[in-house]
Each structure stands twice: as C-alpha cells, then as structure tokens.
C-alpha cells in the first residue's frame, strides 16, 4: 500500500517534479486516549513485547494508557485516511537519575518509546516520530534523549543508529543516547510548522470521518464495503 493511499492527506511535498506524501505527525490530547487504547491493544504479540519489553497483558496496556500525563509527557501520533491511529510515539520526561548523571547536566531527561501498526510500516513513520520527539526535547531544554528496548527489535535499533545514538547492550537489551543540541528560533518555528500543517491534517480527516458515518445513517444509503 502506498503511502498515498495510507495516508490520503493534501499536504504534499515536491522532489524534482515528484510527487509524496507527508507524513503528519500530531500531539496527541486527551480527547485521543481511546484511539490510543485501541492502537495498543491492535499490536500483535511480538510487536507488544518489543514496544513494552515484555507480553502486557490488555489489563495492564489499559492501565498504561490511562496513566499517561499528557500535561507531563508529550505523545504524538500519526493518523491514516481513514482516521485510524496507526503509530504512536510516547515522549516522557523524568527527573534525572544518578545513573545518568554523566549523560547530561540538566534536571530532566526524557525517554521515547514508539509503535507502528504492521500495515503502516516501510514509510519511514517511525523515524518521522522520533524527528518530532527530537525537536521536542530541544524546545523543551532537555539534550538527552534517551530510549531504551530489547537488542532484538530490530526498528528502534535502526532508528537509532540512524540519529547516530551511542548505544549500550546488556543481556538482550540496550540503552541508546542521543545529546541534542540547544533549542534555537529555527528549532521552535520548525515545530510549530509540524504541529499546524498536521492540526489542518487532523481536522480534515476528522470531518471525513464524521461525514462518512453521518452518511451511513442515512436511509436507504449503502456503506461502502
């Protein structure tokens, strides 16, 4: 599936006469908790004990999920045409501990974790999520950014050495650091760009959606199949 059909968004960039899509990454809210319950719950087996390090059971997903701060942490998530999540990126910011002492020399680090649903995978989703979480930390003066998850899987390991991470394993699992640099004017009016082109994103596919089901209610309409 192309990411044209994936995504279906107007918000397209231009190489060289080319036409592709963005991939438009938005802060998550409150209002979007129960698409991120159910984007959890969809993960497969292997790819919930990779995302969480081991087999949550749905109880425990639920809880996780009802336990995000989102005045706290920041959560970012990508939306295909038909408004379904299909990959959530979770940026969360802790006190610095003592073992990370000689990582940074600020007050709070932040940890990312990321999932993308088997039908979305092969667009770069995952790397994108981990741009915005990048910039993010940036903005929000934290430099280290940190992720942490089993040597075997295989994406996080890929998207780090991609960023040029120094890397850290230990009986099956690894550690990854990235030191970011100071936020700057082109750092926050680049993040600001990302979150209003993926706001107007979010909208229209939200109006679709509502469309389509009002639509469907309609006597003597047939849904499409």
């Avoid at 994936?6 to 918000?11: D, T, V």
């Avoid at 081991?54 to 639920?62: G, H, N, Y």
């Amino acid at each position: 599936m192309s990411s044209l059909n994936l995504f279906g968004n107007p918000l397209r960039r231009w190489f060289g006469g080319s036409q592709r899509e963005t991939v438009p990454v938005k802060e998550l809210r409150e209002r979007d908790r129960r698409r991120m319950l159910k984007h959890f719950l969809a993960l497969e087996k292997p790819d919930r004990l990779l995302r969480f390090g081991s087999q949550l059971p749905d109880e425990q997903v639920t809880k996780y999920v009802n336990g995000i701060d989102f005045g706290r942490d920041l959560v970012f998530g990508v939306y295909n045409r038909v408004f379904k999540l299909v990959a959530v990126g979770h940026l969360a910011f802790a006190p610095k501990e003592p073992s990370k002492s000689g990582v940074t020399d600020k007050e709070r680090v932040a940890e990312f974790g990321v999932s993308v649903l088997k039908t979305a995978r092969g667009l770069g989703i995952g790397s994108k999520l981990f741009e915005r979480a990048n910039i993010a930390c940036r903005n929000n003066d934290v430099d280290t950014l940190y992720m942490h998850c089993l040597s075997s899987n295989q994406t996080m390991m890929h998207i780090a050495k991609k960023a040029g991470m120094e890397i850290h394993r230990d009986y099956g699992e690894a550690d990854a650091y990235l030191k970011l640099p100071p936020a700057d004017p082109a750092s926050v009016l680049q993040e600001a760009m990302q979150e209003q082109l993926a706001t107007i994103d979010y909208a229209l596919k939200a109006n679709v959606r509502a469309a389509a089901k009002l639509l469907d209610k309609l006597p003597g309409h047939k849904p499409d199949n």
